[in-house]
Protein backbone atom coordinates (compact mmCIF):
# COMPACT_ATOMS: atom_id res chain seq x y z
CA UNK A 1 0.00 0.00 0.00
CA UNK A 2 1.65 2.98 -1.15
CA UNK A 3 5.47 1.73 -0.94
CA UNK A 4 6.92 3.46 -3.65
CA UNK A 5 5.76 6.79 -2.26
CA UNK A 6 6.75 5.82 1.30
CA UNK A 7 10.24 4.18 0.26
CA UNK A 8 10.89 7.35 -1.71
CA UNK A 9 10.13 9.49 1.01
CA UNK A 10 11.94 7.84 4.15
CA UNK A 11 15.21 7.47 1.67
CA UNK A 12 14.83 11.62 1.63
CA UNK A 13 14.05 11.81 5.45
CA UNK A 14 16.70 9.63 6.03
CA UNK A 15 19.13 11.87 3.86
CA UNK A 16 17.91 15.21 5.28
CA UNK A 17 17.77 14.02 9.33
CA UNK A 18 21.16 12.93 9.42
CA UNK A 19 22.57 16.33 7.94
CA UNK A 20 23.10 18.89 10.77
CA UNK A 21 22.04 22.41 9.65
CA UNK A 22 20.48 22.68 6.06
CA UNK A 23 22.45 25.07 3.45
CA UNK A 24 19.77 26.90 1.20
CA UNK A 25 21.97 24.22 -1.58
CA UNK A 26 20.26 21.12 0.64
CA UNK A 27 17.29 22.43 1.10
CA UNK A 28 16.90 22.83 -2.83
CA UNK A 29 18.36 19.44 -3.16
CA UNK A 30 15.80 17.85 -0.53
CA UNK A 31 12.83 19.99 -2.91
CA UNK A 32 14.22 17.93 -5.73
CA UNK A 33 14.15 14.62 -4.09
CA UNK A 34 10.58 15.06 -2.73
CA UNK A 35 9.60 16.10 -6.49
CA UNK A 36 11.03 13.32 -8.06
CA UNK A 37 9.36 11.04 -5.30
CA UNK A 38 6.13 12.48 -5.95
CA UNK A 39 6.18 11.94 -9.81
CA UNK A 40 7.19 8.42 -9.15
CA UNK A 41 4.51 7.85 -7.86
CA UNK A 42 2.29 9.30 -10.48
CA UNK A 43 0.76 12.60 -8.29
CA UNK A 44 -0.74 14.55 -10.95
CA UNK A 45 1.89 17.17 -12.19
CA UNK A 46 -0.33 20.25 -11.47
CA UNK A 47 -0.53 18.68 -7.96
CA UNK A 48 2.78 18.79 -7.40
CA UNK A 49 3.24 22.26 -8.92
CA UNK A 50 1.30 23.14 -5.89
CA UNK A 51 3.11 21.30 -3.01
CA UNK A 52 6.73 22.27 -4.47
CA UNK A 53 5.63 25.67 -4.38
CA UNK A 54 4.12 25.47 -0.99
CA UNK A 55 7.72 23.58 0.57
CA UNK A 56 9.63 26.61 -1.12
CA UNK A 57 7.71 28.92 0.41
CA UNK A 58 7.79 27.27 3.68
CA UNK A 59 11.13 26.01 3.89
CA UNK A 60 12.80 29.57 3.07
CA UNK A 61 10.42 31.30 5.22
CA UNK A 62 10.87 28.57 8.59
CA UNK A 63 11.28 29.54 11.63
CA UNK A 64 14.70 29.33 13.20
CA UNK A 65 14.15 27.54 16.37
CA UNK A 66 17.42 27.00 18.71
CA UNK A 67 18.50 23.45 18.62
CA UNK A 68 15.98 21.90 16.55
CA UNK A 69 17.84 20.41 13.49
CA UNK A 70 16.68 22.11 10.34
CA UNK A 71 16.16 18.96 8.49
CA UNK A 72 13.87 17.92 11.04
CA UNK A 73 12.07 20.88 10.69
CA UNK A 74 12.12 20.21 6.90
CA UNK A 75 10.19 16.70 7.57
CA UNK A 76 7.75 18.88 9.31
CA UNK A 77 6.96 21.01 6.57
CA UNK A 78 6.39 18.10 4.47
CA UNK A 79 4.25 16.15 6.69
CA UNK A 80 1.80 19.47 7.36
CA UNK A 81 1.73 19.45 3.54
CA UNK A 82 0.92 15.99 2.87
CA UNK A 83 -1.98 16.26 5.04
CA UNK A 84 -3.11 19.37 3.44
CA UNK A 85 -2.40 17.88 0.17
CA UNK A 86 -4.88 15.04 1.21
CA UNK A 87 -7.75 16.48 2.53
CA UNK A 88 -6.32 17.79 6.39
CA UNK A 89 -9.75 16.57 8.10
CA UNK A 90 -11.26 13.24 7.95
CA UNK A 91 -14.59 13.36 6.25
CA UNK A 92 -17.27 10.55 7.45
CA UNK A 93 -20.83 9.74 5.96
CA UNK A 94 -22.96 12.49 6.87
CA UNK A 95 -26.36 10.82 8.28
CA UNK A 96 -29.42 12.48 9.29
CA UNK A 97 -31.02 12.22 12.88
CA UNK A 98 -31.66 8.45 13.26
CA UNK A 99 -35.38 9.61 12.99
CA UNK A 100 -35.51 10.17 9.27
CA UNK A 101 -34.07 7.73 6.60
CA UNK A 102 -30.62 8.62 5.27
CA UNK A 103 -30.08 7.54 1.06
CA UNK A 104 -26.53 6.73 0.15
CA UNK A 105 -26.31 6.11 -3.74
CA UNK A 106 -22.97 4.31 -4.65
CA UNK A 107 -21.86 5.00 -8.09
CA UNK A 108 -18.73 3.33 -10.58
CA UNK A 109 -17.52 1.67 -13.05
CA UNK A 110 -18.10 -2.04 -13.37
CA UNK A 111 -15.20 -3.70 -11.14
CA UNK A 112 -14.48 -0.50 -9.23
CA UNK A 113 -15.71 -2.85 -5.95
CA UNK A 114 -18.62 -1.03 -5.74
CA UNK A 115 -21.14 -3.89 -4.77
CA UNK A 116 -18.15 -5.49 -2.27
CA UNK A 117 -17.93 -1.87 -1.28
CA UNK A 118 -21.69 -1.31 -0.59
CA UNK A 119 -21.63 -4.33 1.15
CA UNK A 120 -18.84 -2.34 3.76
CA UNK A 121 -20.47 0.20 4.19
CA UNK A 122 -23.75 -1.28 4.70
CA UNK A 123 -21.77 -3.96 7.74
CA UNK A 124 -20.11 -0.63 8.72
CA UNK A 125 -22.85 0.81 10.10
CA UNK A 126 -25.51 -1.72 10.66
CA UNK A 127 -24.36 -1.07 14.76
CA UNK A 128 -25.34 2.65 14.12
CA UNK A 129 -28.46 2.57 11.99
CA UNK A 130 -30.82 0.06 10.85
CA UNK A 131 -29.79 -0.41 6.85
CA UNK A 132 -31.59 -1.74 3.85
CA UNK A 133 -29.98 -2.33 0.58
CA UNK A 134 -31.13 -2.32 -3.11
CA UNK A 135 -29.78 -2.97 -6.53
CA UNK A 136 -30.37 -0.30 -9.27
CA UNK A 137 -28.01 -2.08 -11.23
CA UNK A 138 -30.61 -2.96 -14.61
CA UNK A 139 -27.65 -4.03 -16.77
CA UNK A 140 -27.08 -6.76 -14.76
CA UNK A 141 -28.72 -9.63 -14.42
CA UNK A 142 -27.30 -11.53 -11.44
CA UNK A 143 -26.45 -7.70 -10.06
CA UNK A 144 -29.75 -8.39 -7.77
CA UNK A 145 -28.59 -11.46 -6.73
CA UNK A 146 -25.12 -10.57 -5.74
CA UNK A 147 -26.45 -7.38 -3.42
CA UNK A 148 -28.79 -10.19 -1.71
CA UNK A 149 -26.19 -12.47 -1.10
CA UNK A 150 -23.21 -9.83 -0.16
CA UNK A 151 -26.32 -8.18 1.72
CA UNK A 152 -26.70 -11.62 3.67
CA UNK A 153 -23.04 -11.93 4.70
CA UNK A 154 -23.46 -8.25 5.99
CA UNK A 155 -25.86 -9.47 8.04
CA UNK A 156 -28.12 -6.66 6.49
CA UNK A 157 -31.93 -5.94 5.25
CA UNK A 158 -32.09 -6.44 1.63
CA UNK A 159 -34.94 -5.35 -0.61
CA UNK A 160 -35.77 -7.86 -3.66
CA UNK A 161 -36.94 -5.95 -6.47
CA UNK A 162 -37.50 -9.57 -8.51
CA UNK A 163 -38.32 -8.54 -11.64
CA UNK A 164 -39.33 -5.07 -11.76
CA UNK A 165 -37.53 -2.91 -13.87
CA UNK A 166 -39.50 0.32 -13.45
CA UNK A 167 -36.97 2.78 -11.54
CA UNK A 168 -40.21 5.19 -10.19
CA UNK A 169 -41.98 1.95 -8.65
CA UNK A 170 -39.24 0.31 -7.00
CA UNK A 171 -38.15 3.69 -5.05
CA UNK A 172 -41.46 3.95 -4.27
CA UNK A 173 -41.53 0.63 -3.25
CA UNK A 174 -38.27 1.22 -1.17
CA UNK A 175 -39.15 4.12 0.43
CA UNK A 176 -42.60 2.58 2.08
CA UNK A 177 -40.58 -0.55 3.24
CA UNK A 178 -38.21 1.45 4.93
CA UNK A 179 -40.66 3.30 6.54
CA UNK A 180 -42.54 0.53 7.88
CA UNK A 181 -39.62 -1.47 8.72
CA UNK A 182 -37.99 1.46 10.51
CA UNK A 183 -34.76 1.13 8.38
CA UNK A 184 -33.17 4.58 8.51
CA UNK A 185 -30.05 4.01 6.11
CA UNK A 186 -30.57 3.04 2.73
CA UNK A 187 -27.98 2.10 0.43
CA UNK A 188 -28.22 2.05 -3.66
CA UNK A 189 -26.01 0.37 -5.74
CA UNK A 190 -26.13 1.42 -9.12
CA UNK A 191 -24.91 0.00 -12.84
CA UNK A 192 -21.30 0.07 -13.43
CA UNK A 193 -20.24 0.28 -17.32
CA UNK A 194 -16.84 -1.13 -18.36
CA UNK A 195 -16.16 2.45 -19.81
CA UNK A 196 -17.86 5.31 -19.22
CA UNK A 197 -20.20 6.78 -22.12
CA UNK A 198 -22.79 9.56 -22.17
CA UNK A 199 -25.90 6.64 -21.77
CA UNK A 200 -24.43 5.99 -18.48
CA UNK A 201 -23.88 8.71 -16.90
CA UNK A 202 -27.37 9.78 -17.80
CA UNK A 203 -28.86 6.90 -16.16
CA UNK A 204 -27.29 8.11 -13.15
CA UNK A 205 -28.44 11.10 -13.09
CA UNK A 206 -31.90 9.71 -13.53
CA UNK A 207 -31.44 7.52 -10.90
CA UNK A 208 -29.99 10.51 -8.89
CA UNK A 209 -33.24 12.04 -9.37
CA UNK A 210 -35.51 9.24 -8.75
CA UNK A 211 -33.92 8.07 -5.33
CA UNK A 212 -32.95 12.11 -3.95
CA UNK A 213 -30.07 10.59 -1.74
CA UNK A 214 -28.21 12.66 0.71
CA UNK A 215 -24.62 11.63 0.06
CA UNK A 216 -23.71 10.72 -3.67
CA UNK A 217 -20.22 8.41 -3.18
CA UNK A 218 -17.63 7.38 -6.49
CA UNK A 219 -16.21 4.02 -5.95
CA UNK A 220 -12.99 3.94 -7.60
CA UNK A 221 -10.49 1.42 -8.30
CA UNK A 222 -6.83 2.65 -6.44
CA UNK A 223 -5.00 0.65 -8.99
CA UNK A 224 -6.07 2.59 -12.20
CA UNK A 225 -4.16 5.93 -10.66
CA UNK A 226 -4.14 8.74 -12.19
CA UNK A 227 -6.47 7.71 -14.64
CA UNK A 228 -9.34 7.38 -12.39
CA UNK A 229 -9.35 11.30 -11.87
CA UNK A 230 -10.68 12.44 -15.20
CA UNK A 231 -13.03 9.36 -14.78
CA UNK A 232 -14.41 10.92 -11.21
CA UNK A 233 -14.47 14.55 -12.59
CA UNK A 234 -17.10 13.06 -15.42
CA UNK A 235 -19.41 11.88 -12.36
CA UNK A 236 -19.02 15.05 -10.68
CA UNK A 237 -20.31 16.39 -13.58
CA UNK A 238 -23.45 14.15 -13.83
CA UNK A 239 -24.54 14.19 -10.13
CA UNK A 240 -23.28 16.06 -7.45
CA UNK A 241 -20.75 13.73 -5.59
CA UNK A 242 -20.23 14.00 -1.90
CA UNK A 243 -17.26 11.81 -1.39
CA UNK A 244 -15.35 9.18 -3.06
CA UNK A 245 -13.96 5.53 -1.68
CA UNK A 246 -11.04 4.40 -3.44
CA UNK A 247 -10.94 0.47 -3.06
CA UNK A 248 -8.73 -1.78 -3.70
CA UNK A 249 -5.80 0.69 -1.84
CA UNK A 250 -4.52 -2.05 -0.43
CA UNK A 251 -3.20 -2.96 -4.00
CA UNK A 252 -1.91 0.84 -4.80
CA UNK A 253 1.63 1.12 -4.60
CA UNK A 254 1.75 4.35 -5.71
CA UNK A 255 -0.29 7.04 -4.29
CA UNK A 256 -0.30 9.61 -7.14
CA UNK A 257 -4.32 9.35 -7.56
CA UNK A 258 -5.22 9.78 -3.71
CA UNK A 259 -2.69 12.73 -3.39
CA UNK A 260 -3.90 14.51 -6.45
CA UNK A 261 -7.39 13.92 -5.78
CA UNK A 262 -7.98 17.51 -3.96
CA UNK A 263 -6.45 19.18 -6.42
CA UNK A 264 -8.08 17.28 -9.55
CA UNK A 265 -11.36 16.58 -8.10
CA UNK A 266 -12.05 18.74 -5.33
CA UNK A 267 -14.43 16.28 -3.44
CA UNK A 268 -13.28 14.47 -0.36
CA UNK A 269 -12.32 10.60 0.18
CA UNK A 270 -14.12 9.28 2.45
CA UNK A 271 -13.49 5.85 3.15
CA UNK A 272 -10.69 3.03 1.55
CA UNK A 273 -11.05 -0.63 0.71
CA UNK A 274 -8.51 -2.25 2.43
CA UNK A 275 -9.01 -5.86 1.40
CA UNK A 276 -11.54 -8.12 -0.28
CA UNK A 277 -13.44 -9.21 3.63
CA UNK A 278 -16.24 -7.29 4.65
CA UNK A 279 -14.59 -5.55 7.38
CA UNK A 280 -11.82 -3.89 5.37
CA UNK A 281 -12.94 -0.67 4.39
CA UNK A 282 -11.52 2.21 6.69
CA UNK A 283 -12.26 5.75 6.97
CA UNK A 284 -10.02 7.73 4.93
CA UNK A 285 -7.78 9.52 7.32
CA UNK A 286 -5.16 12.71 5.78
CA UNK A 287 -3.06 12.41 9.18
CA UNK A 288 -3.07 8.66 8.99
CA UNK A 289 -1.97 8.05 5.82
CA UNK A 290 0.69 11.13 5.63
CA UNK A 291 2.21 9.58 9.21
CA UNK A 292 2.17 6.23 6.87
CA UNK A 293 3.62 7.77 3.67
CA UNK A 294 6.47 10.23 5.79
CA UNK A 295 6.79 6.97 8.52
CA UNK A 296 7.42 9.88 11.19
CA UNK A 297 3.89 11.00 12.40
CA UNK A 298 3.30 13.69 14.92
CA UNK A 299 6.95 12.78 16.77
CA UNK A 300 7.98 15.69 13.93
CA UNK A 301 6.38 18.31 16.26
CA UNK A 302 7.48 16.52 19.72
CA UNK A 303 10.86 16.26 18.55
CA UNK A 304 10.81 19.87 17.78
CA UNK A 305 9.54 21.00 21.21
CA UNK A 306 12.21 18.67 23.10
CA UNK A 307 15.19 19.21 20.56
CA UNK A 308 14.54 23.24 21.46
CA UNK A 309 15.61 23.00 24.86
CA UNK A 310 16.58 19.84 26.19
CA UNK A 311 20.47 20.17 27.27
CA UNK A 312 21.72 17.24 25.18
CA UNK A 313 24.49 17.27 28.04
CA UNK A 314 22.58 17.22 30.63
CA UNK A 315 20.29 14.54 29.03
CA UNK A 316 23.78 12.59 28.77
CA UNK A 317 24.88 13.07 31.96
CA UNK A 318 21.05 12.00 33.10
CA UNK A 319 21.42 8.78 31.05
CA UNK A 320 24.87 7.75 32.28
CA UNK A 321 23.41 8.02 35.95
CA UNK A 322 21.07 5.83 35.01
CA UNK A 323 23.02 2.95 33.49
CA UNK A 324 24.91 3.39 36.07
CA UNK A 325 21.66 2.59 38.17
CA UNK A 326 21.97 5.74 40.92
CA UNK A 327 18.75 7.60 39.68
CA UNK A 328 17.31 9.08 42.83
CA UNK A 329 15.25 12.32 43.54
CA UNK A 330 18.04 14.96 42.65
CA UNK A 331 18.01 13.89 39.07
CA UNK A 332 14.22 13.82 39.39
CA UNK A 333 14.73 17.58 40.62
CA UNK A 334 17.13 17.73 37.10
CA UNK A 335 14.35 16.24 34.86
CA UNK A 336 11.45 18.50 35.96
CA UNK A 337 14.08 21.34 35.64
CA UNK A 338 14.41 20.42 32.25
CA UNK A 339 11.02 19.84 31.37
CA UNK A 340 10.31 23.35 32.58
CA UNK A 341 12.83 24.62 30.06
CA UNK A 342 11.01 22.90 27.30
CA UNK A 343 7.80 25.48 28.09
CA UNK A 344 4.77 24.14 28.32
CA UNK A 345 4.78 20.68 29.67
CA UNK A 346 1.22 20.30 29.46
CA UNK A 347 1.53 20.73 25.06
CA UNK A 348 4.06 18.28 25.26
CA UNK A 349 2.29 15.69 27.10
CA UNK A 350 -0.86 16.23 25.07
CA UNK A 351 0.67 15.20 22.12
CA UNK A 352 1.40 12.02 23.24
CA UNK A 353 -1.39 9.72 22.76
CA UNK A 354 -3.50 8.56 25.70
CA UNK A 355 -1.67 11.03 28.02
CA UNK A 356 -3.58 14.46 27.48
CA UNK A 357 -6.35 13.50 29.94
CA UNK A 358 -4.15 11.80 32.54
CA UNK A 359 -1.99 14.63 33.43
CA UNK A 360 -3.68 17.92 34.54
CA UNK A 361 -2.10 20.83 33.16
CA UNK A 362 -2.40 22.94 36.64
CA UNK A 363 0.10 20.34 38.25
CA UNK A 364 2.55 21.74 35.67
CA UNK A 365 2.55 25.71 35.99
CA UNK A 366 5.62 27.11 36.35
CA UNK A 367 4.86 28.24 39.86
CA UNK A 368 4.06 25.04 40.78
CA UNK A 369 7.64 23.97 39.42
CA UNK A 370 9.64 26.66 41.19
CA UNK A 371 7.73 25.78 44.64
CA UNK A 372 8.76 21.83 43.66
CA UNK A 373 12.20 22.88 43.32
CA UNK A 374 12.27 24.99 46.86
CA UNK A 375 10.82 21.70 48.83
CA UNK A 376 13.50 19.13 47.21
CA UNK A 377 16.35 21.28 47.77
CA UNK A 378 15.19 21.89 51.29
CA UNK A 379 15.28 17.70 51.58
CA UNK A 380 18.33 16.16 53.30
CA UNK A 381 20.53 14.12 50.42
CA UNK A 382 18.87 10.84 52.48
CA UNK A 383 15.13 11.99 52.24
CA UNK A 384 15.24 12.86 48.23
CA UNK A 385 17.00 8.98 48.46
CA UNK A 386 14.23 7.44 50.51
CA UNK A 387 11.13 9.05 48.89
CA UNK A 388 8.62 6.03 50.27
CA UNK A 389 10.42 6.73 54.06
CA UNK A 390 9.91 10.52 53.77
CA UNK A 391 6.57 10.22 52.41
CA UNK A 392 5.61 7.86 55.72
CA UNK A 393 7.45 10.95 58.49
CA UNK A 394 5.37 13.93 58.89
CA UNK A 395 7.15 15.33 61.02
CA UNK A 396 10.32 15.15 58.28
CA UNK A 397 7.81 16.76 55.98
CA UNK A 398 6.93 19.44 58.49
CA UNK A 399 10.24 20.89 58.59
CA UNK A 400 10.62 20.38 54.72
CA UNK A 401 7.65 22.90 54.53
CA UNK A 402 9.20 25.49 57.19
CA UNK A 403 12.50 24.84 55.18
CA UNK A 404 11.20 25.68 51.69
CA UNK A 405 9.02 28.71 52.89
CA UNK A 406 5.77 25.89 51.93
CA UNK A 407 3.33 24.14 53.98
CA UNK A 408 2.68 20.24 54.36
CA UNK A 409 -0.41 20.61 51.74
CA UNK A 410 2.16 21.96 49.68
CA UNK A 411 4.76 18.96 50.00
CA UNK A 412 2.04 16.44 49.98
CA UNK A 413 1.31 17.99 46.72
CA UNK A 414 4.84 17.47 45.59
CA UNK A 415 5.46 13.78 46.32
CA UNK A 416 1.88 13.10 45.02
CA UNK A 417 3.40 14.61 41.63
CA UNK A 418 6.59 12.51 42.33
CA UNK A 419 4.35 9.53 42.06
CA UNK A 420 2.55 10.60 38.95
CA UNK A 421 5.42 11.31 37.40
CA UNK A 422 6.55 7.70 38.32
CA UNK A 423 3.34 6.61 36.60
CA UNK A 424 4.09 8.88 33.55
CA UNK A 425 7.65 7.39 33.43
CA UNK A 426 5.77 3.88 33.26
CA UNK A 427 3.65 4.79 30.68
CA UNK A 428 6.17 6.63 28.90
CA UNK A 429 7.81 3.43 28.82
CA UNK A 430 5.15 1.79 26.83
CA UNK A 431 4.19 4.32 24.44
CA UNK A 432 6.87 3.90 21.03
CA UNK A 433 6.30 7.48 19.95
CA UNK A 434 7.60 8.91 23.42
CA UNK A 435 10.83 5.72 22.88
CA UNK A 436 11.44 7.52 20.01
CA UNK A 437 11.77 11.07 21.34
CA UNK A 438 13.78 9.63 24.53
CA UNK A 439 16.36 8.07 22.09
CA UNK A 440 16.63 11.69 20.54
CA UNK A 441 17.58 12.46 23.98
CA UNK A 442 20.18 10.04 23.56
CA UNK A 443 18.29 7.29 26.00
CA UNK A 444 17.91 3.77 25.32
CA UNK A 445 14.84 1.56 26.32
CA UNK A 446 17.12 -0.10 28.94
CA UNK A 447 17.56 3.29 30.36
CA UNK A 448 13.82 4.16 30.41
CA UNK A 449 13.01 0.55 32.33
CA UNK A 450 15.56 1.15 34.44
CA UNK A 451 14.22 4.60 35.51
CA UNK A 452 11.10 3.28 35.57
CA UNK A 453 12.09 0.21 37.53
CA UNK A 454 13.57 2.51 40.00
CA UNK A 455 10.44 4.99 40.01
CA UNK A 456 8.47 1.69 40.52
CA UNK A 457 10.30 0.97 44.08
CA UNK A 458 9.79 4.54 45.40
P1 LIG B 1 -18.37 -3.83 -9.05
O1 LIG B 1 -18.46 -4.38 -10.45
O2 LIG B 1 -17.88 -2.41 -9.06
O3 LIG B 1 -19.60 -3.99 -8.25
O4 LIG B 1 -17.19 -4.63 -8.36
P2 LIG B 1 -17.25 -5.77 -7.25
O5 LIG B 1 -17.80 -5.23 -6.00
O6 LIG B 1 -17.91 -6.96 -7.84
O7 LIG B 1 -15.69 -6.02 -7.00
C1 LIG B 1 -14.78 -6.41 -8.01
C2 LIG B 1 -13.63 -7.17 -7.37
O8 LIG B 1 -12.83 -6.32 -6.59
C3 LIG B 1 -14.08 -8.27 -6.44
O9 LIG B 1 -13.30 -9.43 -6.68
C4 LIG B 1 -13.80 -7.73 -5.05
O10 LIG B 1 -13.52 -8.75 -4.11
C5 LIG B 1 -12.59 -6.89 -5.31
N1 LIG B 1 -12.45 -5.81 -4.32
C6 LIG B 1 -13.35 -4.86 -3.99
N2 LIG B 1 -12.86 -4.02 -3.05
C7 LIG B 1 -11.61 -4.44 -2.77
C8 LIG B 1 -10.57 -3.96 -1.88
O11 LIG B 1 -10.68 -2.97 -1.16
N3 LIG B 1 -9.39 -4.67 -1.90
C9 LIG B 1 -9.21 -5.76 -2.68
N4 LIG B 1 -8.04 -6.38 -2.62
N5 LIG B 1 -10.16 -6.21 -3.52
C10 LIG B 1 -11.34 -5.58 -3.58
Redesign the pocket.
Known sequence: MLKNITDGFSHIVQKITKKGRLTETQIQEGIRSIRLALIEAEVNIEAIKKFIAKLKEKALHQEIVKNVQAGDMLVKIVHDLLVETLGQEKISLNLKESTQITGVLLS??????????LAKMAYRYKNKRDVLTVSLDFNRPAANE?LKILSKQAGVAFYDRGEEKNLKKIVHNVFQLAKRNAHNLIFFDTA?RTQIDEGALAELTEIHRFVKPDETLL?MDSMMGQQALPVANRFKAAVPLNGLIF?????DNRGGAVLSVKEVVGVPVKFI????RID?LDEFDPKRIAERILGMGDIVGLVEKAKEVVDEEEAKRLSKKLKQNKFDFEDYLAQIRQFKKMGSLSSIVSMMPGMANKINPENIDEGEMKVTEAIILSMTPFERKEVIYFNNSNSRKMRVAKGSGTNLLKVNKVLKKFFEMKKMMKNFQNSRKMKKVLTKMGMNESDLKKISQKMEKR
Open positions: GLQGSGKTTTQGVSKFDSGVGEE
